[in-house]
């Protein structure tokens, strides 16, 4: 099946995942990690992206973040190769590291970034590599430490994803990190990065009180929100993936506008 354009604009909200090319680990050390987050940050930077949330685990990370100016791909593409270069020269290999395709994810923000946040800074608790909130609370690897002010990193707004929870900071880190230990009893959590129908109609439960009737909610797997939503984005989207086709269709279409001008010009 061929792969679908990715679906991207200035503003949009994404929740990305990267993973190690057949499962393999991305990080092997301390240093790594320190490597991997600060590539991060500096590739936010140059490219004007704002990062809202984001876990770096063994063979996987998770990012929430509004792409800028010069979109998602060069974003990753910066960030991505960068370390996957300093990556292979700290450890003598060569090849890639990572899933030729990392997965990206258009977000309904009002419904769902309160729970992506919470998701992806849960990681390290639901996959056992820190036993709890507090120890999580100082977990550099996570986004979650620099919201509870334990780790400071500029490129991550933390300021706004708080804003979510309070108008206050005190007020707002109890209640973010009431919801966060509301969480953990949620487990993993599979309609935030399943299937398309179940990530648009808001999870199972809403997929199972849609059954029998008539009406079709619009779905697509690349799409984290209501059929509204989804309708919506793939609408405004139409112009932009017109630019996302194969390059010799781009080519070929290039190809007839420089002819049609010439003649045009005599």
């Known amino acids: 099946m061929p792969r679908q354009a990715r679906l991207d604009a200035p503003g949009v909200l994404h929740h990305v995942m990267v993973r190690g090319i057949e499962k393999r680990r991305i990080v092997d050390d301390a240093e790594d990690r320190r490597r991997f987050v600060a590539r991060l940050g500096d590739a936010a930077v140059s490219k004007a992206m704002t990062i809202y949330a984001w876990s770096l685990m063994g063979n996987h990370a998770h990012i929430l973040l509004r792409t800028g100016p010069v979109g998602l791909p060069s974003f990753m593409r910066a960030f991505l190769t960068g370390y996957a270069i300093d990556y292979n020269h700290r450890h003598g290999r060569h090849g890639h590291l990572f899933q030729n395709r990392y997965k990206s994810i258009v977000c309904e923000e009002d419904a769902y970034f309160r729970e992506l946040v919470r998701y992806i800074h849960l990681n390290p608790i639901r996959a056992g590599v820190v036993k709890n909130l507090d120890q999580l609370d100082k977990y550099r690897w996570s986004g979650h430490s620099v919201l509870m002010g334990k780790v400071e990193h500029g490129w991550q707004d933390r300021a706004y994803v708080l804003s979510w929870f309070g108008r206050k900071e005190r007020d707002a880190l109890r209640a973010y990190r ?70 010799d269709r781009r080519m070929g279409e290039a190809r007839e506008l420089i002819e049609r001008s010439c003649k045009e010009a005599g």
């Open 178 to 247: 009431e919801y966060m230990k509301e969480g953990i009893a949620l487990g993993r959590r599979p309609e935030l990065v399943g299937g398309g129908l179940i990530r648009s109609a808001g999870g199972w439960s809403a997929v199972k009180s849609r059954r029998g009737q008539e009406d079709e909610m619009l779905s697509d797997e690349r799409i984290l929100g209501g059929g509204e939503f989804v309708e919506k984005v793939l609408k405004e989207a139409e112009e932009s993936v017109r630019y996302q086709l194969p390059m």
